[in-house]
């Protein structure tokens, strides 16, 4: 039986990984500063534990197979372009990154997944809403729109120095924007999806949801069931990437708040509002994926919003009514 170590097991695409490699045969171990808040705590082993620490990093690592890295210091718009919380997100990501793929090294790990993010892809090719361009090879000129963004691209290369000098085949992915159930919905941490989901839950008849910026901006969402599609393909695969994982399906912002809303049967209407918003476009572009895995998502976005929004409407009304 294959040993895969899950970090950041605590969080949301983590805990949907967890059962997804049981669900192989795998034997998972995870680790996390938090448990799974929402219950999806599957794993054969679950350690607390803080991966910024060197010692915790080795020892989770031992006896591992594969090792799939995505414990991050991240959050949605409100946490990350604001400029409030760039040191943390910056320094907790990259210590948790060096200490990961150092012990990893010193473990003998056969193979390790990181998760990078599409915010590292340049600011200057997203500017046009109606036409980003976000295909592997656009990453430079670097410039990515946050420190987030930038402590991504750094550890990319982490991760494929350590491959060139001591031979760890490692496998690179970055994630557009992921969303589905058991995922962060409120506290400021949640992403648009979630958010959406959340104001329209909440709100009643007649009334309206803030959506943040001139609601112009695009971007494309991944269901959290392709995500992990996306991550067993490649880790399957000889190719090394970095690679995108998302959808193609590039929506206006506002226009995807009206797909919540119509979901969820209200009559609301949207009032935009300045807030932080991030870059004007963004959409994945899936040219390599396909040709390198011959993979593509399946699921139109509105399928995993009908899901999410069941989900999240559950926990608003669960929490109303506690």
């Known amino acids: 039986m294959k040993k895969a170590l899950v970090c950041g097991a605590g969080g949301f695409i983590g805990g949907h990984l967890v059962n997804r490699l049981k669900s192989e045969g795998y034997w998972v171990r995870g680790v996390d500063l938090k448990n799974n808040e929402y219950g999806n705590m599957n794993a054969d082993e679950f350690i607390l534990g803080d991966l910024r620490d060197p010692i915790i990093a080795g020892q989770v690592c031992k006896d591992m197979n594969e090792v799939y890295q995505l414990a991050a210091d991240m959050g949605g718009a409100g946490y990350i372009f604001t400029g409030d919380n760039d040191a943390d997100v910056m320094h907790n990501s990259a210590m948790c990154n060096l200490n990961v793929l150092h012990a990893s090294k010193n473990e003998n790990v056969e193979k390790?997944?990181?998760?990078?993010?599409?915010?590292?892809?340049?600011?200057?090719?997203?500017?046009?809403?109606?036409?980003?361009?976000?295909?592997?090879?656009?990453?430079?000129?670097?410039?990515?729109?946050?420190?987030?963004?930038?402590?991504?691209?750094?550890?990319?290369?982490?991760?494929?120095?350590?491959?060139?000098?001591?031979?760890?085949?490692?496998?690179?992915?970055?994630?557009?924007?992921?969303?589905?159930?058991?995922?962060?919905?409120?506290?400021?941490?949640?992403?648009?999806?979630?958010?959406?989901?959340?104001?329209?839950?909440?709100?009643?008849?007649?009334?309206?949801?803030?959506?943040?910026?001139?609601?112009?901006?695009?971007?494309?969402?991944l269901y959290i069931d392709e995500c992990l599609d996306g991550i067993r393909n490649l880790m399957k695969s000889d190719f090394q990437g970095p690679v995108n994982i998302g959808s193609e399906e590039m929506i206006a912002i506002n226009d995807f708040a009206e797909m919540v809303i119509k979901i969820s049967g209200k009559n609301l209407s949207i009032n935009n509002i300045p807030g932080p918003e991030g870059v004007r476009g963004r959409n994945s572009d899936n040219e390599l994926i396909y040709s390198k895995l011959n993979w593509k998502p399946s699921q139109p976005l509105i399928d995993g919003m009908n899901k999410t929004y069941k989900w999240v409407n559950e926990q608003v009304h669960t929490l109303v009514n506690a």
């Open 112 to 221: 390790i997944f990181y998760s990078s993010s599409a915010c590292m892809y340049p600011e200057y090719n997203q500017l046009d809403p109606d036409n980003p361009k976000c295909a592997e090879g656009s990453a430079y000129p670097a410039a990515p729109d946050s420190e987030y963004g930038w402590e991504k691209l750094f550890s990319e290369r982490l991760y494929l120095s350590y491959s060139r000098n001591h031979g760890i085949p490692v496998r690179i992915a970055r994630f557009h924007n992921i969303f589905g159930p058991q995922g962060t919905w409120t506290g400021g941490k949640e992403k648009a999806p979630a958010a959406f989901c959340r104001k329209v839950a909440e709100a009643t008849d007649g009334t309206s949801i803030e959506v943040w910026g001139d609601g112009k901006q695009t971007r494309s969402f």
